[in-house]
């Protein structure tokens, strides 16, 4: 079991350009989040899924896609980045049990854009 | 808005002595309560989790007091090691919500040795 893998570890865009984030889960979990980590700010939600072909917005989506059309991957995709989104971002995902959802969370991508 | 709140920003403790984190939280309706623990250049994961109809749970050396009236809960961690130094963040969610978690801003531990 890997876990949660993401790709790239870290990466360096210019302003404009755009990417995507590679997320992909292999404890076959219904749910998985897209979070940024900036430095005393804790984890925002960016997106979430709860399932293949269901997505929904979660604090700070703005700037940011995603798509879900297979239970393990879980791609979040930034169009005209901007210094703004300069942070780390981490995917996670869970499952539900005894009415609690444990997340686990990727290493992380360390994207700085100029 | 931020719904859940937590202090202090970063923390500095000797070997042996008791860390404690605290959290405050405005949305009446949350009902689970999980610590996140964070080592430098990882992804945080799960150390322990309260829900509201206990007041206090402990796993080994660390410990969640929970305080429904207040709407606040910490994080106790008893003789605390050098290893324990990381990023602790706590978080809230409803059972409305689903599986979406509310974090708040971190505190960085540092264990002296």
Wanted: charged fraction near 15%.
């Amino acid at each position: 079991n890997a876990g949660v893998t993401q790709t790239p570890k870290f990466r360096i865009l210019k302003i404009g350009q755009s990417m995507t984030l590679q997320c992909t889960q292999d404890m076959n979990h219904n749910y998985m989040y897209w979070y940024r980590q900036d430095p005393g700010m804790g984890l925002k939600l960016i997106y979430y899924s709860v399932g293949a072909g269901i997505t929904d917005k979660g604090e700070v989506p703005n700037g940011y896609n995603v798509s879900r059309s297979t239970t393990e991957d879980f791609p979040l995709r930034l169009e005209l980045a901007a210094p703004s989104q300069t942070s780390v971002y981490f995917c996670a995902s869970s499952y539900r049990q005894g009415g609690s959802y444990e997340q686990y969370f990727g290493p992380g991508t360390r994207l700085t854009v100029t | 808005q931020q719904q859940v709140k937590q202090s202090p920003q970063s923390l500095i403790v000797q070997k042996g002595g008791i860390s404690i984190i605290n959290c405050a939280y405005e949305n009446t309706a949350f009902d689970y309560f999980p610590w996140y623990q964070q080592f430098p250049g990882k992804g945080p994961a799960l150390l322990i989790a309260i829900r509201p109809d206990v007041s206090e749970k402990k796993e080994g050396r660390f410990t969640i007091s929970f305080n429904k009236s207040a709407k606040q809960f910490s994080l106790h961690i008893m003789d605390s090691q050098p290893g324990d130094s990381a990023t602790y963040f706590c978080a809230a969610s409803e059972e409305t919500s689903g599986s979406r978690l509310t974090f708040g801003e971190g505190t960085q531990l540092t264990v002296n040795p």
